[in-house]
């Protein structure tokens, strides 16, 4: 029995590490399906505050600490205003005009921005593999987010064509999808911050709360028919989403992120855009341009280089000292002397 128990906690540790990006993909789908027959601030709030009630229901059944100071609600107020408001936000403005696969590669290169938090605050180096991972994914989200006419143009030598036109990101909706990113990845950083003062379980149910409200305020005074025209499969994936995709897998993500490695733990991130395209061409069957995966795939190399960095270094690092110190073949071994 101790035997069999041990192989289980081994095969679901990797799951319980996958388990967000899993939950956030097929999320990003569902959510694309209702998205259409509903508002964007609605739908942010509706899958926050929920998801929110619900994480600090758990906590309190776990009998965790509710934040006592001033300073540990004003990280909480911080982390709700980066990844519940601003992130849930541009979230929703930008799946409302790009399609779920291509909106999570986009959202989940947010290991990127990560790397370089990272740096500046916690003094993690970059390194010559990590910089060239950043110069990937500058390619490879340019490939993803601009109109494929720009980038042939610009190969082209047409550049002067584009120019004046940055609107368009916002108007189709990559704009907020990386404005969301960062937005997200900022959030993230602030946990190891939040957990200083407060249990990140507790801090990610409130940072839900306090995100979602002014959402669900912008819903009451600027949208109309929040839901009036959802059905009944709207509603069945609107659940999912909120309980699913928020209040499970923010809950497990977060509390990973306080206890692993930051760097290491997202650089699982690149998951989540596999699961949504697979989901995506399953359920809504979209398709991307052949630019946009060449972009996803220089994303996807990227967000590797970075996280890997450590390890590809030593890997260069031995195999050149090997090289350099192999012995040089004898001459009259080699028969060139005689």
């Not at 980038?151 to 047409?158: A, L, T, Y």
């Not at 709207?234 to 490695?261: H, K, P, R, V, W």
């Not at 359920?283 to 060449?294: A, T």
Request: aromatic share 12%; with cysteine; net charge neutral.
């Amino acid at each position: 029995m101790p035997l069999k128990n041990a192989k289980l906690n081994l095969l679901l540790t990797p799951l319980f590490l996958i388990s967000p990006f899993f939950l956030w993909g097929t999320a990003m789908v569902a959510m694309k399906g209702a998205i259409a027959h509903t508002s964007p601030f609605f739908l942010a709030s509706i899958r926050l505050l929920p998801a929110g009630v619900l994480v600090l229901l758990v906590a309190m059944y776990m009998k965790l600490p509710q934040p006592k100071t001033g300073k540990a609600w004003l990280w909480i107020g911080l982390f709700a205003l980066l990844d519940g408001l601003m992130f849930q936000g541009f979230l929703a403005l930008g799946l409302e005009r790009t399609g779920a696969g291509l909106g999570s590669v986009m959202i989940d290169s947010q290991p990127i921005a990560i790397a370089l938090l990272c740096s500046f605050l916690f003094g993690e180096a970059i390194g010559l593999w990590g910089g060239l991972g950043l110069l990937v994914g500058v390619l490879g989200i340019s490939f993803i987010g601009l109109p494929d006419a720009w980038i042939v143009n610009f190969f082209q030598g047409n550049a002067s064509e584009i120019s004046g036109n940055w609107q368009h990101l916002l108007n189709n909706g990559q704009g907020f999808m990386l404005l969301a990113a960062l937005a997200m990845a900022t959030g993230t950083v602030s946990i190891r911050y939040v957990a200083r003062h407060v249990d990140p379980i507790v801090a990610t149910g409130w940072h839900m709360i306090l995100g979602g409200l002014p959402l669900l305020a912008f819903s009451v005074v600027g949208e109309t028919q929040q839901w009036q025209s959802l059905t009944a499969s709207d509603g069945l994936a609107l659940a999912y989403a909120t309980i699913f995709g928020t209040a499970i897998a923010y809950g497990i993500f977060f509390y990973i992120a306080n206890q692993e490695n930051l760097t290491s733990f997202t650089a699982l991130t690149f998951l989540t855009p596999v699961f949504a395209l697979l989901f995506s061409h399953l359920l809504l069957s979209e398709v991307l341009s052949g630019l946009q995966w060449l972009g996803v795939s220089l994303t996807l190399v990227s967000i590797f280089l970075i996280n890997q960095r450590d390890r590809i270094s030593a890997f260069w690092r031995n195999w050149s000292e090997w090289t350099w110190t192999l012995p040089l073949q004898n001459p009259k071994e080699s028969g060139t002397v005689k």
